[in-house]
């Protein structure tokens, strides 16, 4: 079996137990001769995945891979063949998000040298997040009172607890993953655990406070290779590089940007900080636009 009929095969197998598991919690009674199809489906599948996943293990061995490495490989492997790279981004980026609430609790930041600065840029945002989670725990309250049923009850309340969680995994990995100016005077901009781009100082041309308030989303690249990273829709610094950077999209796609427009607190601070192994003096005179990029 190719890894692409072992992917057809798992995404096949879920709905089915889904479907099983709903009836079931539904109170529905299902056939024996339905249930025992089902579950022979589901060995058959797993059968044929254990087979693929031990060849792959026993080629690796033969290889002259020890057994630890091997099985890291094999089960690598599987999931880049059965899980599209967009879940698996997700997947990561939430890890990431729930793990930046620990660092928050204990008042730590990620990757942030020493001798480095720390760009803030929850400003605009935090007031929406709080209002969000507090919105949350309304409906959540109102949900409990309304709804009748045990089961609907609980799985709804897990269901709101887990997003109340994850507002605030959002909110905390923004706080604990600042921008981060080098003391070599590179760059590296964030959002949260969504976004991450390292710009060498040897490529930065020049940095300049500028407000502009951008339509769209967070990310936006324009056809010109400008990169906006709005934070609640505006930008506070805008910085020239001699030519292009490369950038990953939260969901993988790749792109490339020749200026770099984002958001910071204390603007006029991280271009002091962007400009000061530079000989040219920094502009920290704030300049308004709108919307509309030029």
Same mark, same amino acid.
């Given at each position: 079996?190719?890894?692409?009929?072992?992917?057809?095969?798992?995404?096949?197998?879920?709905?089915?137990?889904? =479907?099983?598991?709903?009836?079931?919690?539904?109170?529905?009674?299902?056939?024996?001769?339905?249930?025992?199809?089902?579950?022979?489906?589901?060995?058959?599948?797993?059968?044929?995945?254990?087979?693929?996943?031990? +060849?792959?293990? =026993?080629?690796?061995?033969?290889?002259?891979?020890?057994?630890?490495?091997?099985?890291? &490989?094999?089960?690598?492997?599987?999931?880049?063949?059965?899980?599209?790279?967009?879940?698996? !981004?997700?997947?990561?980026?939430?890890?990431?998000? *729930?793990?930046?609430?620990? *660092?928050?609790?204990?008042?730590?930041? @990620?990757?942030?040298?020493?001798?480095?600065?720390?760009?803030?840029?929850?400003?605009?945002?935090?007031?929406?997040?709080?209002?969000?989670?507090?919105?949350?725990?309304?409906?959540?309250? *109102?949900?409990?009172?309304?709804?009748?049923?045990?089961?609907?009850?609980?799985?709804?309340?897990?269901?709101?607890?887990?997003?109340?969680?994850?507002?605030?995994?959002?909110? =905390?990995?923004?706080?604990?993953?600042?921008?981060?100016?080098?003391?070599?005077?590179?760059? !590296?901009? +964030?959002?949260?655990?969504?976004?991450?781009?390292?710009?060498?100082?040897?490529?930065?041309?020049?940095? !300049?406070?500028?407000?502009?308030?951008?339509?769209?989303?967070?990310?936006?690249?324009?056809? &010109?290779?400008?990169?906006?990273?709005?934070?609640?829709?505006?930008?506070?610094?805008?910085?020239?590089?001699?030519?292009?950077?490369?950038?990953?999209?939260?969901?993988? =796609?790749?792109?490339?940007? +020749?200026?770099?427009?984002?958001?910071? &607190?204390?603007?006029?601070?991280?271009?002091?900080?962007?400009?000061? *192994? !530079?000989?040219?003096?920094?502009?920290?005179?704030?300049?308004? @636009?709108?919307?509309?990029?030029?």
């Amino acid at each position: 079996m190719s890894p692409r009929a072992a992917r057809a095969a798992v995404w096949a197998m879920l709905p089915t137990e889904i =479907a099983l598991l709903v009836c079931g919690t539904a109170g529905l009674r299902i056939p024996g001769a339905v249930l025992v199809g089902a579950e022979a489906l589901v060995s058959t599948v797993l059968a044929l995945e254990a087979v693929i996943l031990w +060849r792959l293990y =026993a080629a690796r061995r033969r290889a002259g891979a020890g057994r630890w490495n091997a099985a890291q &490989d094999v089960v690598r492997d599987a999931l880049r063949a059965l899980v599209p790279v967009v879940a698996r !981004r997700l997947a990561a980026h939430e890890i990431r998000a *729930l793990c930046s609430l620990g *660092l928050w609790v204990l008042r730590r930041r @990620h990757q942030v040298p020493e001798g480095a600065l720390a760009v803030a840029y929850t400003g605009p945002q935090t007031a929406m997040m709080y209002g969000l989670l507090f919105v949350s725990v309304i409906e959540t309250a *109102l949900l409990a009172i309304v709804i009748p049923w045990p089961l609907v009850h609980a799985i709804l309340l897990i269901v709101d607890g887990y997003g109340l969680v994850l507002v605030l995994a959002l909110h =905390a990995s923004c706080v604990v993953r600042p921008h981060v100016v080098g003391s070599d005077g590179s760059l !590296r901009i +964030r959002y949260g655990a969504l976004f991450e781009l390292w710009v060498p100082a040897a490529v930065i041309a020049g940095a !300049r406070v500028e407000r502009r308030y951008p339509d769209g989303p967070l990310l936006r690249l324009h056809t &010109d290779g400008v990169l906006d990273l709005a934070v609640g829709s505006q930008t506070t610094v805008t910085v020239e590089l001699s030519e292009p950077v490369e950038f990953v999209r939260p969901l993988g =796609a790749k792109g490339f940007a +020749r200026t770099l427009r984002f958001h910071a &607190d204390h603007p006029c601070e991280t271009v002091t900080a962007l400009t000061r *192994l !530079r000989t040219d003096p920094p502009s920290c005179v704030a300049r308004g @636009h709108g919307g509309a990029h030029p």
